[in-house]
């Protein structure tokens, strides 16, 4: 009898501290779920908020896509533009994505990769084969390249993406010296920004308080600059990871000022804060509707609908955030 109450008494024991044990084992659990999941939950559900909409792929009225350049959406006249580059022509689609017309200056369009219109109706084609950018006033039936005269360059300039701000001023990538070409809404230039990392230069994008997005997809970099031109700062590292680079080749800023950077390899859009901290990622390699193969461009208008040119798979993918 006394050998069977020291058992029980040591069984007793056993399960106490098993039970202790167990506990500080679920309070661990439950703070490292209060420390980590906050910073994710958010990003899942905004993720959950992308949603795939519609995609652009060829019509009856245009024919096939050619290698498409960029896109650029009008707020003020709610059109889509496409540059199709192999096809020497612009597109113009409605608001709900219905071709509108074909615009190729009777011949005279060469390889136009970049596209912006602005309020006075002009737009604004990048043709770097011929090293130009086109002025194109549908008001006058006029076309004009932009006056590079007079700006210093080490290099020939060698334009690339384009964008315009509320204010009317062009913004043009000069891939050839690493920097950023200032335009007024006049057309003078104004200045230059030498864009540290700027290896690889390959887009910029402008948001409505006049500061200054560019990518370097060699460095693998997104900077930011303020309105008198100086670095805020930069952020990007390359990788394979969450929130890493292997080759961006776009970026756009969303209603919300979060910062989308489109990477053509990983078939991904990957989403930050302005602090340049990763939030979330959405979409994946692949040939169905919502997926990316080789994408190749990426823009957001005010509605926040995002389009994003899939080279791959010949089409331009619309989602909505």
């Known amino acids: 009898m006394l050998i069977l109450v020291r058992f029980s008494d040591g069984w007793r024991g056993m399960v106490k501290k098993q039970m202790v044990r167990k506990q500080i084992y679920v309070a661990m659990f439950v703070l490292m779920a209060l420390l980590v999941l906050p910073k994710y939950s958010l990003g899942w559900q905004k993720k959950e908020r992308i949603k795939y909409v519609f995609s652009i792929?060829?019509?009856?009225?245009?024919?096939?896509?050619?290698?498409?350049?960029?896109?650029?959406?009008?707020?003020?006249?709610?059109?889509?533009?496409?540059?199709?580059?192999?096809?020497?022509?612009?597109?113009?689609?409605?608001?709900?994505?219905?071709?509108?017309?074909e615009f190729n200056a009777d011949g005279a369009l060469s390889y136009p990769v970049s596209i912006v219109r602005d309020k006075r109706g002009r737009l604004f084609l990048s043709e770097p084969s011929r090293g130009q950018v086109l002025v194109?006033?549908?008001?006058?039936?006029?076309?004009?390249?932009?006056?590079?005269?007079?700006?210093p360059s080490?290099?020939?300039?060698?334009?690339?993406?384009?964008?315009?701000?509320?204010?009317?001023?062009?913004?043009?990538?000069?891939?050839a010296n690493q920097r950023i070409l200032i335009f007024d809404a006049d057309l003078k230039f104004k200045k230059q920004i030498l864009v540290k990392y700027g290896r690889g230069l390959e887009d910029v994008k402008v948001d409505d308080n006049g500061f200054v997005y560019t990518l370097s997809t060699v460095d693998g970099k997104i900077c930011i600059f303020d309105k008198e031109g100086k670095l805020v700062f930069s952020f990007g590292k390359r990788g394979?990871?969450?929130?890493?680079?292997?080759?961006?080749?776009?970026?756009?800023?969303?209603?919300?000022?979060?910062?989308?950077?489109?990477?053509?390899?990983?078939?991904?859009?990957?989403?930050?804060?302005?602090?340049?901290?990763?939030?979330?990622?959405?979409?994946?390699?692949?040939?169905?509707?919502?997926r990316l193969y080789l994408p190749s461009y990426l823009y957001i208008n005010r509605a926040g609908q995002i389009f994003i040119v899939d080279q791959g798979n010949n089409r331009i993918s619309i989602f909505q955030e």
């Open 240 to 290: 394979n990871g969450h929130g890493e680079f292997l080759f961006p080749v776009s970026l756009a800023i969303g209603p919300d000022g979060l910062i989308y950077v489109l990477d053509r390899h990983k078939s991904k859009v990957m989403v930050f804060n302005k602090k340049g901290q990763f939030m979330f990622e959405f979409s994946e390699f692949g040939w169905r509707e919502g």
């Open 57 to 101: 792929t060829r019509g009856k009225d245009f024919g096939s896509f050619g290698l498409l350049g960029s896109v650029f959406f009008s707020e003020q006249k709610q059109r889509l533009y496409v540059a199709d580059a192999t096809n020497n022509r612009i597109l113009s689609f409605g608001a709900d994505f219905n071709f509108l017309a």
């Open 154 to 175: 080490e290099n020939n300039i060698y334009p690339g993406n384009l964008a315009i701000d509320v204010s009317g001023k062009l913004y043009v990538v000069d891939k």
């Open 136 to 151: 194109v006033s549908l008001v006058k039936h006029a076309i004009s390249p932009l006056d590079f005269s007079g700006i």
